[in-house]
C-alpha cells in the first residue's frame, strides 16, 4: 500500500511501508496494550482503525526510532493525524502511570542512600532562546532530575525546566532535598549541588591538598555515585529524548512515558 505525503520539499511523493523490527519485548508492547484497551473502556470507545496491540507498537516505534509521524503512518496505514493522535493518547496514559515523588521514595529510610543527577534533553531551538540554553552542555534542552537507586535503576524523573536552569535550583523546586531529608536518606550528587545541606553529600574541592579523611571520602563517592548515571543512559535509549521535536510542554510527558516503560520491563 502507498500513501502519499504532500509536503513544500515533496509535494505528491509517496511512500512505500516496509517492514522491520523493534528491539523491545513483546510483553511490554503487550502490557501497553492493555493499558490502551483500558482506556478505550473508560471513554467507551471500542472502534478504531488499529486495534489495542497496533496502536501500543505504533507508539512504541516513535518513542525508541524518534521517526517522523509521517513515515509512521506509512508503516501502519493510517493518516498523519491519526497516527499523532494515538501516540498523543498512549503518551498520556503512560504519563499516568509514572510515580509521584512522595510514592517513588516509598519503603526507603534511614540507613539508605540514593543517587541525585540532572541531564539535558535536547531540543530544536533557536540562540535567541536563551531561557533554554545550557551553558554546561552548550546547547537548547529541558532540564530533568533523576532519582535513581544504588544500581542506577531509575526511582523517580522530574518534570522538565528551562535548560539554563541549574541543578541545585531545579533539585529544591523540585522538593527533592526536602523529600529525602523527611526519610533521613543520604543523597550522592555531584559539585552541581554544593550548597544543598540538609543529607546530601558533594564532593570536596582540592581534595589533593586536604587530610586523607577528605581524599577517601571523595574516592569513596567517586566509587558509588556513576551508577546513577546509568539512569539517563536507559532513558536516552529510546532515540525521541537523544533530540525531541516536540513543544517543550510535551517533553516532560515524554520522559514520564518512558519511565513507566522502563518501570514495565523492571518488573518483567
Known amino acids: ?29 503487550e502490557h501497553v496494550s492493555w493499558l490502551i484497551y ?57 504519563a499516568a502511570w509514572a510515580p509521584g515523588l512522595r510514592e517513588a521514595l516509598t519503603g526507603l529510610g534511614e540507613g539508605d542512600h540514593v543517587i541525585v543527577d540532572g541531564t539535558l534533553i535536547p531540543i530544536d531551538r533557536i540562540a535567541a532562546d536563551e531561557l533554554y540554553y545550557s551553558m554546561k552542555h552548550r546547547r537548547h534542552g529541558m532540564n530533568v532530575q533523576v ?27 523540585h522538593g527533592i532535598v526536602q523529600a529525602c531529608l523527611t526519610r533521613q536518606l543520604l543523597v550522592l550528587a555531584n559539585r552541581a549541588y554544593q550548597g544543598a ?41 529510546w532515540r525521541i529524548l537523544r533530540r525531541a521535536r516536540c513543544s517543550t510542554r510535551s517533553i516532560g510527558t515524554l520522559v514520564q512515558a518512558v519511565h513507566t516503560l522502563l518501570t514495565c520491563s523492571y518488573s518483567g
Open 147 to 173: 532519582i535513581a537507586r544504588p544500581d542506577g535503576t531509575p526511582l523517580w524523573f522530574s518534570r522538565t525546566t528551562p535548560g539554563r536552569t541549574h541543578d541545585l535550583t531545579a533539585a529544591q523546586a
Open 1 to 29: 500500500m502507498l500513501i502519499r505525503l504532500d509536503t513544500a520539499d515533496s509535494p505528491g511523493a509517496l511512500l512505500v511501508p516496509y517492514p522491520a523490527t523493534l528491539d523491545v519485548s513483546y510483553e511490554l508492547v
Open 38 to 94: 483500558a482506556r478505550r473502556r473508560e471513554l467507551n470507545s471500542p472502534w478504531r482503525r488499529l486495534d489495542c496491540f497496533k496502536q501500543a507498537l505504533l507508539t512504541l516505534a516513535h518513542l525508541r526510532k524518534n521517526e517522523m509521524f509521517a513515515q509512521l503512518a506509512a508503516s501502519f496505514g493510517v493518516s498523519t493525524t491519526t497516527a499523532w493522535r494515538y501516540v498523543d493518547e498512549t503518551l498520556d496514559v503512560l
Open 197 to 237: 545541606g540538609a543529607t546530601v553529600r558533594t564532593p570536596y574541592y582540592h581534595h589533593r591538598e586536604q587530610t586523607e579523611h577528605y581524599q577517601q571520602f571523595n574516592r569513596d563517592h567517586a566509587r558509588l555515585r556513576p551508577p546513577g548515571e546509568r539512569a539517563f543512559t536507559q532513558l536516552k535509549s
